[in-house]
C-alpha cells in the first residue's frame, strides 16, 4: 500500500485515514472532527442552528464516516452532538415544512444516531427547540448548560412532533410529564428538564469537556447503549399509563385544536407498539396534521406576529397587545360590520380591511390578521378574517358582496379587492403592482 510510514501497518494506516476523513469534514452548516477517538459533531448555520436541507445532508454524511469507521481497527469510542453560535438547534424551517423533503429527512438521521453502536452523548447549551430538541432526544445521553433550553412547541402549529420526539420524551419521562410538555408546547429550562427525566445532567464547568469526559467514561464501561425509543422503564404500569390517556381525552373533547388528539394517539402508540412502528406511527400524525388547515393557519398567524410592526402590536407581559394606533386600525376596520354575522360579517371587514391597505394604513394584510387575533378575539385557527377570506375564496366572497351591496354600501367591493382576483386572491401583490386605484377610507 503506497504511502505508509515506516514501521506503519496498513490495518493502523486504513483506521487512520477514516479517522482523518471524520476530523476533516467541515462545511458552512456542520464541522466534525475527532478528539481523542470520540467524534464531535457541531451544529454550526447562523443565525439558529437550523436543521434544513443543507445540514441534515452534512449531518448524514457526518453519520456514514463514524459508521464506516466503526469497522476498521481503531473506531471511533463515541460522539459528542453540540452546537455552536450559543446554542443547540431552533430546529426546521417552519416555511417549508409542508413542502417535499430535499435530502434525508430529520426522522431518519435521529434513529440512525439512536441506533449507533457507540455512546451519543448531546452538549445542549442555548436552546434546543422544536426539531432541535428532537435531534438532542435522539442521542443517548444528554447534557446541558444551567441556561439552556428544551422544548418541543409543535402544538402552537397545530403539529405532533415529526422526528420521533414524542416517542422519546414518553420514554424518559413518563406518560404525564411526556403529555405536559407536548400539550403545553413551551420550552422548559435545564432545571425542570432534568427534573422531568429529559437530561441527565447540569453541568456548571465547561460543557464540552464534560461530554467529552462522559462519552469517555461511557466507553470505558463497555456498555452498549440502548436507543431511546423502545425504553419501557416508564412503561412499566400499562393500565396507569392508558388511564392517564383516557382522562387526557376528556379534558381535550371539546377542543378545536385537533393536533391534541394526534398527540395523545401517538403517545398511546408508544405504550402499544414495538419502537419502528411507534415511531412510523407518530410520523404519519405529522404528516396528516401538515395537510391539516389548522396547520396553514397557525404557521401563518406565527409569522404574522413576527412580522408586523411593534407599532401595531406590542408585548405586555408576555401578551400581545394592540397599541394605541392598532386600536384606532381596528376601530376602522370594524367601521360598518356592527350588528352582522357570519359570511357578511367576514365580507365588510375584508372590505373595509383593503380600503385601508389601499390608502396606505397598514402595510400588509397580514397585520390586520394579527390585529384581528389579538384585538378582535379572532380565532388563531381560522388565521384572521383576510386569511379566511382566501380559504373561501376572494372571488366567492366577491359575488356575494356584489348582491348585498343593494342593501349595504359598505359591501361595495373596493377596487384593491377587485384587484386581487387577477393576482390569485393576493391582495398584498395587488397592492404592489399598484392595480387598485386610489381609495380612502370613508
Not at 293 to 303: G, I, N, T
Not at 397 to 407: K, N, T
Request: proline content about 6%.
Amino acid at each position: 500500500m503506497a504511502g505508509l510510514a515506516p514501521g506503519e501497518r496498513a490495518a493502523d494506516h486504513v483506521a487512520g485515514q477514516a479517522a482523518a476523513r471524520v476530523m476533516a469534514m467541515q462545511g458552512e452548516t456542520i464541522s466534525a472532527r475527532t478528539v481523542d477517538g470520540i467524534a464531535r459533531i457541531t451544529l454550526d448555520s447562523k443565525p439558529g442552528n437550523a436543521l434544513d436541507a443543507a445540514t441534515r445532508q452534512a449531518l448524514a454524511a457526518a453519520l456514514d464516516e463514524i459508521e464506516a469507521a466503526l469497522d476498521t481497527p481503531q473506531p471511533p469510542r463515541g460522539v459528542v452532538l453540540t452546537g455552536a453560535n450559543g446554542l443547540f438547534s431552533v430546529g426546521l424551517d417552519l416555511r417549508g415544512l409542508d413542502r417535499p423533503v430535499e435530502g434525508p429527512d430529520l426522522a431518519t438521521i435521529c434513529r440512525r444516531i439512536e441506533l449507533l453502536p457507540i455512546p451519543v452523548v448531546a452538549a445542549l447549551s442555548g436552546s434546543a427547540i422544536g426539531g432541535g430538541a428532537e435531534l438532542a432526544l435522539a442521542a443517548h445521553y444528554r447534557l446541558a448548560a444551567p441556561t439552556a433550553r428544551i422544548g418541543l412547541p409543535d402544538v402552537m402549529l397545530g403539529l405532533p412532533p415529526g422526528a420521533g420526539g414524542g416517542q422519546r420524551l414518553a420514554a424518559l419521562c413518563g406518560v404525564d410529564t411526556a403529555l405536559d410538555l407536548l400539550l403545553r408546547g413551551r420550552p422548559v429550562t435545564a432545571f425542570a428538564a432534568r427534573e422531568a427525566g429529559l437530561i441527565d445532567g447540569i453541568v456548571e464547568a465547561d460543557l464540552l469537556e464534560s461530554a467529552q469526559a462522559l462519552v469517555e467514561q461511557l466507553a470505558a464501561a463497555g456498555i452498549r447503549p440502548r436507543p431511546v425509543a423502545g425504553r419501557r422503564e416508564r412503561m412499566a404500569d400499562g393500565a396507569e399509563w392508558l388511564a392517564c390517556l383516557r382522562r387526557r381525552r376528556e379534558m381535550i373533547a371539546n377542543a378545536p385544536l385537533r393536533s391534541a388528539a394526534r398527540i395523545l394517539d401517538s403517545i398511546e402508540a408508544a405504550l402499544l407498539l414495538p419502537a419502528p412502528a411507534a415511531l412510523r406511527f407518530e410520523r404519519t400524525a405529522h404528516a396528516d396534521a401538515l395537510a391539516d388547515p389548522q396547520f396553514r393557519a397557525l404557521r401563518y398567524v406565527y409569522f404574522a406576529e413576527r412580522r408586523i410592526p411593534a407599532a401595531l402590536l406590542a408585548r405586555e407581559a408576555g401578551r400581545a397587545v394592540p397599541t394605541a394606533v392598532g386600536r384606532g386600525l381596528l376601530a376602522a376596520l370594524m367601521r360598518g360590520s356592527d350588528g352582522l354575522e357570519g359570511r357578511r360579517r367576514l365580507a365588510a371587514i375584508v372590505a373595509q380591511g383593503a380600503r385601508l391597505l389601499a390608502a396606505g394604513r397598514v402595510a400588509r394584510s397580514a397585520d390586520l390578521d394579527a390585529l384581528a387575533v389579538h384585538g378582535l378575539g379572532w380565532s388563531r385557527l381560522s388565521g384572521g378574517p383576510f386569511f379566511e377570506a382566501r380559504q373561501i375564496g376572494f372571488g366567492a366572497l366577491v359575488e356575494r358582496m356584489q348582491h348585498w351591496s343593494r342593501e349595504d354600501p359598505v359591501f361595495d367591493v373596493p377596487p384593491l379587492l377587485r384587484a386581487a382576483l387577477e393576482n390569485d386572491d393576493d391582495i398584498d401583490a395587488a397592492l404592489r403592482r399598484g392595480r387598485a386605484g386610489a381609495v380612502r377610507t370613508g
